[in-house]
């Protein structure tokens, strides 16, 4: 069993394969946190200390007993008001208006398989799979509750969190703070990583010591944002990629959030993710239940490349779901930096018939497709197809993009609205927006109000009435402004509208996978604003970014790679100069770059040279026998694009027998030093040969010197070697 319970010393402990989760039930009633991190035999209750803490201060229940504090003791799930002076997981506002609860242990149950979680987003998994723990804890005296959620997938080494909050009390009262996961250490020294950005340039590689203080990341935007993603990693300080102890929690959710990495006086550590505190006060009627969203954990002691596998692998099997959840997708072309919002009919059928021509899968017809939409200031919200511009109607346009032997897939924004919109002309009160005052405008439109039914309903059904107008076989769903003005006029309480936008948008996306079992959705939100766990339930790949350029791709996908699979990373060739940086790279460093993800082309083919037509040729050739590979096997980062001369990853199948490894050279110098390429994955005592040359290496030789690349000059050199192994 991978759960087991103790019951004369009260102890909980969790196996995955690798590691070992414990936690203690104590005389006083208290969850306290013993252990996590690589598999143990034992009970840690060794580990807690006692003393006398000055201004600490002691549960009424321990009497003259002033070792016992809350404000030193590791915590399972800590909350605001019982002597816990650090940042709690809960801080609640009681019907009398005082603050604080104090949640004690109730009982607890063990059942086969995954729980779910009521209109959210969570890992899945049967029960040979997977075991749930549920641990009841209650205030007694408001008599709130809090079931905690533990869902464990031994053989991915992932433990999730999440927690069900019942009022089962008279009076109401309001969560302020709730946070999903709360790792608590005693000891040690450890380094957070995080990722950061910006729009076009999302999940810049952070690490920095913990130290005393608060380390906290988050978003108050609406979505998981640009500027931080809600993935922290938790490091020893000796750890790299292929060495020491390190913890992951990445939040399943697409909304705002926060993490925080505290260090408190005594030099224990506390790491916190959940749900965004600021705005976020949500009332509990009498019998009301608060669902929270998950978080997902995983502990390596092989250091962060296994600690990304781990996630990847949890992702593609229990996170994302439907046709396309391992399938290899459709090569596409997009039209938006083809033609932008400038085109017509004829100008689309021109570039799928140059598509088709070069083996490309699927036209996708982006923004400009609808209403009077010229320009990013009208038009959305009235989703009905502009067929004076394409010059017929959608269904007839859609069988001649098949029949040249394309798919066709289209673009919607359907959670904005612009105010240039009969939509907004006939439902103002439908916009999220403060009474009394002038909206904070982003992209000259507005967030409509996802938290109410009819609003949701209206948009799905106009969505509906346009996919059943012909064989649309892909939706890229975007959504590009944050959410500044939270405010429903149909909501008494405006501390819920984040949270309940959220609920609200999910329920789409699960309506929308219903209906279109078959249809594949990339999700989208500026390119990668919106680039998290959540959205991978529901749409198997996400764009990457909005910036193509190659060179700035390589961070931007190394960044993303420590919490997500490739194949959930959008990632598109697109002109040169590119438009967005002015770079100049070759069509192969650009072709070798999108191949780290699900590749497509984001450009129009008129001007090609023949010898440019015969390279991409070449590439959609590699790309479709590499894509199981890419979508499917172990990645590993072979070099860091921040640090060094050049940017290397590698993709090995499960059985070893494939891999499949590319370079991008970063820098050149005159009488320029050989850079060698150390593999990673192969099996020892193999034998591998690289499939161009016809040459053959020995595994453990490629894994400890490496493979030297041809001097070769220029800027932005790529190398691609696939190997097959010897048998």
Not at 85 to 110: H, M, T, W
Not at 319 to 325: D, H, N, V, W
Not at 653 to 658: F, I, K, L, N, R
Not at 688 to 697: A, C, D, K, L, P
Request: hydrophobic content about 35%.
């Amino acid at each position: 069993m991978a759960i087991l319970f103790e019951s004369d010393k009260n102890i909980f402990t969790i196996h995955t394969d690798n590691s070992t989760y414990q936690m203690q039930v104590d005389k006083y009633g208290f969850l306290l946190h013993l252990y996590y991190g690589r598999r143990t035999e034992g009970t840690m209750d060794y580990l807690l200390t006692y003393a006398d803490r000055g201004f600490s201060g002691n549960p009424y229940d321990v009497g003259p007993d002033r070792t016992y504090s809350m404000d030193a003791l590791p915590q399972e799930f800590p909350c605001q008001g019982n002597g816990d002076f650090r940042s709690p997981a809960i801080s609640v506002k009681n019907g009398d208006g005082s603050y604080g609860c104090d949640l004690r242990y109730q009982g607890y149950e063990i059942k086969k398989g995954k729980y779910g979680i009521k209109g959210l987003p969570a890992v899945y998994a049967d029960e040979t799979e997977a075991e749930t723990l549920e641990i009841l804890l209650e205030d007694t005296v408001t008599k709130l509750q809090v079931v905690l959620l533990y869902g464990v997938l031994p053989e991915c080494d992932v433990i999730t969190r999440s927690a069900r909050i019942i009022n089962a009390g008279e009076d109401s009262l309001h969560l302020e703070k709730v946070q999903s996961a709360c790792l608590d250490f005693v000891t040690g020294n450890y380094d957070i990583i995080s990722f950061y950005g910006r729009h076009a340039m999302e999940r810049n590689f952070q690490r920095i010591p913990v130290s005393h203080g608060s380390f906290k990341i988050g978003s108050r935007r609406g979505t998981s944002s640009h500027q931080y993603n809600p993935l922290m990693i938790l490091a020893r300080p000796d750890t790299n990629e292929d060495f020491g102890g390190c913890y992951a929690l990445s939040f399943v959710y697409s909304g705002s959030f926060q993490g925080e990495a505290e260090m408190d006086q005594y030099h224990q550590i506390r790491v916190l993710l959940g749900l965004q505190e600021e705005q976020f006060s949500y009332p509990l009627g009498a019998g009301d239940t608060f669902y929270v969203p998950e978080t997902i954990l995983t502990y390596s002691g092989q250091g962060l490349g296994r600690l990304s596998r781990n996630l990847h692998r949890c992702c593609r099997k229990h996170l994302c779901r439907g046709k396309y959840k391992e399938a290899a997708r459709p090569i596409l072309v997009n039209s938006w930096e083809a033609a932008y919002y400038h085109f017509d009919g004829r100008m689309l059928y021109d570039l799928a018939a140059s598509a088709a021509d070069l083996g490309i899968e699927m036209l996708v017809m982006d923004d400009g497709w609808f209403g009077k939409r010229n320009d990013d200031n009208s038009s959305l919200g009235d989703w009905v197809v502009n067929e004076e511009k394409l010059g017929e109607p959608l269904k007839d346009f859609i069988e001649k993009i098949n029949q040249l032997g394309m798919k066709f897939g289209i673009w919607f924004e359907p959670e904005c609205v612009n105010e240039d919109s009969d939509l907004f002309r006939t439902h103002p009160d439908w916009a999220l927006r403060m009474p009394g005052r002038k909206p904070v405008m982003g992209r000259n439109q507005l967030i409509l109000d996802f938290t109410r039914k009819e609003v949701v309903d209206a948009i799905f059904d106009q969505v509906c009435r346009v996919l059943d107008q012909g064989n649309i076989e892909y939706l890229k769903w975007d959504m590009n402004r944050s959410m500044s003005d939270m405010y429903s006029a149909a909501s008494g309480e405006q501390g819920r509208i984040a949270y309940d936008y959220m609920i609200g948008l999910y329920d789409f996306l699960e309506r929308l996978m219903a209906r279109y079992p078959n249809l594949l959705i990339e999700g989208c939100s500026g390119g990668g604003g919106r680039f998290d766990a959540g959205m991978l339930y529901y749409t198997p790949q996400i764009w990457c970014s909005d910036n193509t350029d190659a060179l700035d791709r390589l961070r931007i996908q190394y960044g993303t790679s420590f919490g997500y699979p490739a194949g959930t990373v959008g990632s598109h060739v697109s002109v040169s100069p590119n438009e967005q940086t002015g770079r100049i790279t070759s069509l192969e460093t650009r072709g070798i770059v999108a191949m780290a993800g699900v590749f497509g082309y984001e450009m129009s083919f008129a001007g090609l040279t023949g010898k440019e037509k015969d390279i991409i040729r070449e590439q959609i050739k590699k790309y479709r026998s590499y894509a199981p590979l890419v979508q499917n096997g172990l990645y590993y980062r072979l070099s860091n694009p921040f640090e060094d001369e050049l940017a290397a990853w590698e993709f090995v199948s499960e059985d070893g027998a494939e891999v499949l490894a590319s370079v991008v050279m970063l820098e050149i110098h005159g009488n320029m030093t050989a850079s060698y390429v150390r593999f990673k994955g192969l099996e020892s005592g193999r034998f591998y040969q690289e499939q161009e040359s016809g040459r053959i290496y020995g595994a453990d030789a490629l894994m400890e010197v490496g493979l030297p690349l041809p001097l070769k000059c220029g800027e932005y050199q790529a190398y691609q070697y696939y190997f097959k192994q010897v048998r």
